[in-house]
């Protein structure tokens, strides 16, 4: 290569990079909520709109073998990062069920969806059980859960069937110490014996990443409220698909109850099925959500 040559190409990548750094904020895929909180969402497809909220501590990429899956059959499918978590903001407050909530409903407002169906897991699920007690179904179509968290994980006198106060004060004291050892002790019962090492390193990396303040706020918002009187208000077709051997949320506890209280709900449960579904029992939650979203 000539010395010109070498210029020219040096001066092409220097422009180049000029023009990347003063790109507009606004091409990133991202969404403002009314209090300042950027949220980070990624949108592939064309169709009828998916929105996906992902598990407790865990980011939207955890949906990318749903999406890779339902975006090519006529569905827009949309995850987007819980604030707090993977590539959203990280406010030092906000981390409630109502706010939760509301950024579900701003995301839908954003992006103009109407007839969106929703997919939860785990603590997903609560925040979209309380999204339709304050914003309604009237942009909602459908609904699926995965191994939910709903609808009470906390015991109290009229809810035997939750856990006990201090065992969660245990859990959070935990993390407190050591989050990452926590993570590596209990990482073995959300899988199964043949889930492949890289894919449980995959999903605890994504756990490693949450701030561990984020981690505890989000796990006692997760367990303040009381969402039983709002089972009866869904009147758009639920799909619950549980595993009988999920030990993070029991099905006993929380997907027959929630489905017991939705009127019509569908409950599919998976022989042998962990807490991870979502990659354990790839091919099955894809088919099942491909014929319940279709």
């Known amino acids: 290569m000539q010395r010109r040559d070498m210029l020219l190409t040096a001066a092409a990548a220097s422009l180049a990079a000029n023009v990347a750094r003063a790109a507009p904020a606004a091409t990133a895929p991202r969404i403002r909520t009314s209090d300042g909180v950027v949220l980070y969402h990624e949108d592939w497809g064309s169709g009828r709109p998916v929105l996906f909220v992902h598990a407790w501590a865990l980011t939207s990429a955890m949906w990318s073998y749903q999406i890779a899956e339902l975006s090519p059959r006529g569905l827009r499918c949309i995850a987007f990062d819980r604030r707090g978590h993977g590539r959203s903001d990280v406010p030092g407050s906000g981390y409630d069920l109502d706010r939760f909530a509301d950024d579900i409903a701003e995301v839908i407002a954003q992006l103009g969806l109407d007839e969106v169906a929703l997919v939860g897991m785990s603590m997903g699920c609560n925040e979209i059980l309380n999204y339709v007690a304050r914003h309604g179904t009237a942009r909602i ?101 549980h595993g009988d051997a999920d030990v993070s949320a029991p ?44």
């Open 251 to 294: 099905l006993d506890m929380t997907g027959r109850p929630t489905a017991n209280g939705i009127r019509g709900a569908e409950l599919k449960v998976y022989p042998g099925g962990p807490h991870g579904l979502f990659v354990t029992h790839m091919a099955q939650v894809n088919a099942d959500l491909a014929a319940f979203l279709a």
């Open 141 to 241: 179509s459908r609904i699926a859960m995965l191994g939910p968290t709903t609808p009470y994980p906390l015991q109290t006198a009229d809810n035997a069937l939750g856990a006990p106060q201090a065992y969660f004060e245990q859990s959070w004291a935990a993390w407190q110490r050591d989050f990452p050892k926590w993570i590596e002790d209990n990482k073995l019962p959300f899988f199964t014996k043949d889930t492949s090492p890289q894919t449980m390193e995959w999903v605890a990396a994504m756990m490693r990443q949450i701030p561990i303040a984020v981690a505890v706020a989000t796990s006692r918002a997760l367990i303040s409220r009381d969402l039983r009187p709002v089972l009866p208000r869904i009147d758009r077709p639920v799909l619950i698909l």
